[in-house]
């Protein structure tokens, strides 16, 4: 369900962009879009304008003696000013931005003095069709020629004096921070690593003294560094799925060692995988750059021509920040380009909209930043944004109360989001925190990890298309969520998930992708979902995984070609430490008056804490051609009487059905699971899919599955639709893993 009543979103599509004024609009879950009668009043904000003249017209007139503003800041200020004198007018104030390129030195902040009102918001646009381009920085120049085919700029001389950049963009593109070893740039995902020497140890063992700091060095990659403190190495420590950047206090050839400034998340490992930068020595590749912050001058290996370029370096954290209790306020129509932080922060805002924006080139560092970040506040909406090559995250929705389970109402739809994680190995399309959000028809692929991660309370994850993701990362999925067995009131329904990659090393040591990925992914005990109706195809490890959790709900999907398995379940044993631990969490929360909603919640003991009971797997269509592949596997612990697997459609192409019953013959498996009281009504038929080779599951009238009470799933609904909102359509996406595959092969690296 989208947060937009169907007549109203109608009404979008007619008027957003028909008149050159816009309506009032209320970005909000659970509320109607408000349509003010009157006319706003309009201020305008051109390249070629002056901050003295009135900004009531839009184009300067020809005595030009007045004209559009020449800022932002004016704009604001002067709605400011309006409001000090009066009452803002009916309908609101727009700022119409014009098309040209605005370099900005300081993020443009809004707060609760900028303010509207439901019925008179603040919103600021582009104007008619044109694009204006908000750029967190300024361009560099002056440079001059250092050795071969590198030159060099002072840097303090152009205003940057102290501001340490993390990033260089060459003519709108971001160019690589000097680094060793180098990318091989028709493999760019699994290239470019060294890795830690010594045998492979289990990643599940703990070891005891394990350093956090110390990096052992292969004799092959022994490099002489003038400066080795100037440099830092990004590094994948022990678990596959999260990477640290980190500097380096010192460097040992004698004992071939690097050491860190500060501690890895998890202890350093043979074999894993890292690499050193920001080392003016490694600057040997067109594209990279180095900044010397003794002299701050920028080194640089151009990958064209400079003459007729544009080459710029971030200067501030975020580009817009909305904040401090700011509400009714729209950001409409931009191209939003380069920040180290955020591109847009939505800081405690409510009733806030993001939409129609392109914003590309965000993030200068690993952390918790994104093309768009709301947190916390309430009923804020980000719809129909491209967002690209960011190096943390596409979305991230943060907020509501977990105490009282208030809803915080945010809301992530339309938005077409692809190539992010560009620097940090978990960077997903989307990330969710808190209670109450809601994120539907986006199209998401070639992330480093996740499409979309997390979830909370109450959330519902709907109509969305995600594919080929987890390009970097192992242990990963589609969708995945974690929390604890209080996380609960999650709805995943009607997405299309598929090729979900992974990229991780084997039991036999070697780097392989697909990797330990799955379709949809309940992890850390989350409890209480509902599974529905979604589309899961080409997935290493299954369509779907339930770890630890109970009382969940995977029912009507379609799981499609898993390799390994189809379905995975993981529990624990009686006595794992961890069950006390998370144990100890869940008791803060078990007892508050806000969870007495949850059924069964109130039936968990730390002594039973440790069986997976109350999942029901039922009326799901299940078609795999791997003969080896397995239709469910549990681990840990057996699959309880307590939990339910029936009614569903399997389809092994006439081959046996394998489970992991190891004291049973494998040709009985099958007659023994239904012994055990499991898919006693379920039946093994072809499920007579439309088209699968074109990837068209929809099922024909005769599906043996509707007998089974399987309800048709609206392929047509699923993904991005067309909206006076979309910042484009229709979408043309972006090359990726999808047209140059990488995994499907040993050694990739």
């Known amino acids: 369900m989208s947060i937009f009543p169907l007549k109203f979103r109608n009404k979008l599509r007619m008027v957003f962009f028909a008149a050159p004024c816009l309506v009032a609009l209320a970005p909000f879950l659970g509320a109607a879009i408000v349509f003010a009668q009157a006319q706003p ?63 900005r030195t300081e993020t443009f902040n809004l707060g609760q003095l900028d303010s509207g009102t439901e019925e008179s918001p603040i919103i600021y646009r582009s104007y008619e069709h044109e694009t204006p381009i908000l750029v967190g920085g300024k361009p560099i120049a002056g440079f001059t020629l250092h050795k071969g085919s590198i030159v060099k700029t002072d840097v303090a001389k152009q205003g940057f004096k102290g501001i340490y950049f993390r990033q260089l963009f060459f003519n709108g593109k971001r160019q690589i921070l000097a680094r060793y070893p180098n990318i091989d740039s028709n493999k760019p995902y699994t290239t ?44 994948f420590p022990r678990f596959n799925f999260h990477n640290w950047v980190i500097p380096i206090s010192s460097v040992n050839w004698a004992q071939h060692t690097i050491t860190l400034q500060d501690d890895a998340f998890k202890g350093i490992r043979p074999q894993d995988r890292y690499y050193v930068r920001n080392l003016l020595e490694e600057l040997d590749s067109p594209g990279e750059w180095y900044l010397d912050r003794k ?83 309430k009923q804020c909406s980000v719809i129909g944004n491209d967002i690209y090559d960011v190096n943390n995250y596409g979305i991230q929705l943060v907020g509501g109360n977990v105490n009282t389970l208030e809803p915080a109402n945010h809301n992530a739809e339309n938005n077409y989001i692809h190539h992010v994680g560009e620097l940090n190995g978990h960077g997903c399309g989307i990330v969710l925190n808190g209670v109450g959000h809601h994120v539907s028809h986006n199209l998401i692929h070639d992330t480093a990890r996740c499409g979309i ?67 949809i992914y309940l992890d850390d005990n989350y409890s209480g979902a509902t599974v529905f109706g979604n589309i899961v195809v080409r997935t290493d490890q299954g369509g779907a995984f339930i770890h630890c959790g109970r009382d969940n709900l995977i029912e ?9 398995q189809q379905m995975t379940y993981s529990g624990y044993t009686e006595n794992d430490p961890l069950i006390l631990t998370q144990f100890g969490e869940f008791r803060k929360f078990k007892d508050k008056p806000a969870y007495a909603k949850y059924p069964g919640i109130n039936k968990l003991t730390p002594e039973t804490a440790w069986q997976m009971v109350g999942n029901k797997f039922r009326r799901n269509i299940i078609a795999y051609s791997n003969p080896k592949a397995k239709l469910y596997t549990y681990t840990r612990n057996n699959f309880p009487n307590q939990n339910e697997s029936d ?13 992991d019953l190891p004291e049973v013959p494998s040709k009985q498996h099958w007659k023994e699971w239904k012994k055990r009281g499991f898919d006693t009504h379920s039946i093994i038929a072809d499920p007579y899919f439309v088209n699968p080779k074109a990837d068209d599951y929809r099922l024909k009238d005769n599906s043996p599955a509707f007998k089974l009470g399987f309800q048709p799933i609206p392929t047509e609904k699923i993904g991005p639709y067309s909206s006076p909102l979309r910042a484009s359509w229709p979408i043309v996406e972006a090359d990726g893993a999808r047209e140059k595959p990488f995994g499907r092969q040993y050694n990739v690296h």
């Open 41 to 103: 009043l309009s201020l305008y904000v051109a390249t070629d304008g002056d901050d003295a003249w009135s900004g009531r017209i839009a184009k300067r007139n020809n005595a030009r003696t007045d004209g559009p503003f020449a800022s932002l800041e004016r704009a604001r200020n002067e709605i400011r000013k309006i409001k000090m004198n009066e009452a803002l007018p009916p309908g609101g104030v727009t700022v119409y931005v014009r098309g040209g390129t605005y370099y």
């Open 647 to 659: 009614y569903n459609l399997i389809w092994h192409f006439g081959l046996p059905l394998y489970l």
């Open 192 to 235: 470019g690593f060294a890795y830690v020497a010594g045998e492979p140890r289990n990643i599940y063992k703990n070891i005891q003294a394990e350093s956090l700091r110390v990096i052992k060095c292969k004799d092959t990659d022994k490099r002489f560094w003038a400066n080795p403190e100037d440099g830092e190495v990004d590094i």
């Open 556 to 564: 009507n999907n379609v799981f499609v070609d898993g390799t390994v």
């Open 453 to 519: 991660f997390g979830g909370g309370n109450d959330s519902v994850v709907e109509y969305n298309h995600i594919r080929h993701v987890g390009l970097m990362t192992e242990d990963t999925a589609g969708y995945y969520v974690n929390g604890n067995w209080q996380t609960r009131g999650l709805f995943v329904r009607y997405n299309y998930i598929h090729d979900v990659l992974g990229f991780g090393r084997n039991k036999s040591g070697q780097w392989v992708s697909p990797y330990f990925a799955w379709g």
């Open 295 to 377: 002299t701050w001058t920028l080194y640089f290996w151009p990958p064209g021509t400079l003459k007729n370029s544009t080459v710029y370096a971030p200067m501030i954290e975020n580009l817009i920040w909305i904040g401090r209790n700011a509400k009714w306020i729209s950001i409409l129509g931009f191209s939003l380009q380069c920040s180290e932080g955020n591109g847009v922060l939505l800081d405690n805002a409510e009733n806030c909209l993001v939409a129609g924006n392109t914003i590309k080139n965000i993030g200068g560092r690993i952390g918790y930043t994104a093309g768009v970040t709301v947190n916390n506040g």
